[in-house]
């Protein structure tokens, strides 16, 4: 008995994410492979769907030798990390994803935008180490303008000094993202804290993270910060009484009937209103209508005609 057809389009979806190159090829021949082999219907849908993806991989992958600093956009939302040589972004990268990248003492080991995907409440972000920014990258010295391209397409910003290295190398960066005219929403954060001796205070007016790739619980509020700095909230339909495992990511603002065209466009329309519990209601079980603002964390459960 195959699997179903639905099934299998999020299998397949699941197995792929965050795929490139050699890896996503491997992963499309496997999923080819196990594919039943009907030439007509929903099946032969799919295996054309794969077929394509197979082209597209490939033709990606060369493009990528020409041209490597693209990088394609995927989760909720994409977060750059930026800072001076050797600050950490790619232990940082390694920590909280599952890629391998090389990590080194030294300055430009990275020397590409690298994409990881890391999953915070659920909900997949696109994180971005953008390396090698130096005095006069706005003016393209060292190949900054393409960098900065890349980090005018990120959501936000992730400044990252290490915590014991004197501040101004982090300010040539900041010059030159600011010379390029890219404003973004930003955090700082100090790497490499478990190297501090004693805790220094934050500059003022930064909102400042001290993290270590050697402590969790630092790891942890990290994601927490860059999840507010997406600027979306997580929401949990809930049907038949059950609460979804995975959360929708929708823009700060948006309301039940928002929620209900992104679980089912059908469903937008149709949608009277909602049981909800969380932060935005007022009691647990409280009827809302289509229009209610939804907040970080709500269980809602999609009343409609
Ligand atoms: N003690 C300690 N060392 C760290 C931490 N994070 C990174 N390092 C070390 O710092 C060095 C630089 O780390 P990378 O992650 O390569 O830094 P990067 O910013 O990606 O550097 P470039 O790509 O060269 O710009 C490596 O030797 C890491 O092992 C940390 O939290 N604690
Ligand atoms: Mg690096």
């Not at 994409?115 to 972000?125: D, S």
């Not at 915590?163 to 982090?170: D, G, H, I, Y």
């Not at 309301?255 to 969380?278: E, F, K, S, Y």
Request: hydrophobic share 45%; glycine share 10%.
């Amino acid at each position: 008995m195959p699997m179903p057809h639905r099934t299998f389009a999020e299998v397949a979806k699941r197995r792929l994410v965050g795929k490139e190159g050699s890896a996503r090829v491997a992963a499309i021949q496997a999923l080819l492979s196990e594919l039943p082999g009907y030439r007509n219907g929903p099946y032969a849908d799919l295996r054309k769907w794969l077929e394509g993806e197979l082209d597209r991989t490939r033709v990606r992958a060369k493009v990528v030798r020409r041209d490597s600093l693209q990088v394609r956009r995927e989760g909720a939302a994409q977060i750059a990390l930026v800072g001076p040589p050797n600050a950490g972004k790619s232990s940082l990268l390694q920590a909280l994803s599952d890629i391998q990248i090389r990590t080194g003492d030294y300055a430009f080991t990275t020397l590409r935008p690298v994409p990881a995907l890391t999953r915070i409440g659920g909900v997949l972000v696109q994180l971005v180490e953008i390396p090698g920014l130096i005095e006069g990258a706005h003016e393209d010295r060292g190949g900054g303008r393409a960098l900065l391209g890349v980090l005018r397409n990120a959501d936000a910003i992730v400044f990252c000094h290490a915590a014991n290295e004197p501040p101004a190398a982090l300010e040539v960066v900041r010059r030159e993202v600011a010379a390029a005219a890219i404003d973004k929403p930003s955090i700082l954060i100090r790497t490499k804290a478990d190297e501090l001796e004693e805790r220094v205070d934050a500059p003022a007016g930064d909102e400042c993270l001290f993290v270590s790739v050697l402590d969790d619980a630092s790891l942890d509020r990290l994601r927490e910060a860059i999840w507010r700095l997406t600027g979306l909230i997580r929401v949990f339909p809930e049907r038949a009484g059950a609460r979804d495992d995975e959360p929708f990511a929708l823009p700060f603002g948006a309301t039940v009937a928002d929620l209900a065209d992104r679980v089912h466009h059908d469903l937008g329309a149709r949608a009277t209103g909602a049981r909800i519990r969380g932060s935005s209601a007022r009691f647990d079980g409280q009827l809302v209508g289509r229009g209610h603002v939804l907040r970080d964390g709500d269980v809602v459960e999609i009343l409609m005609r």
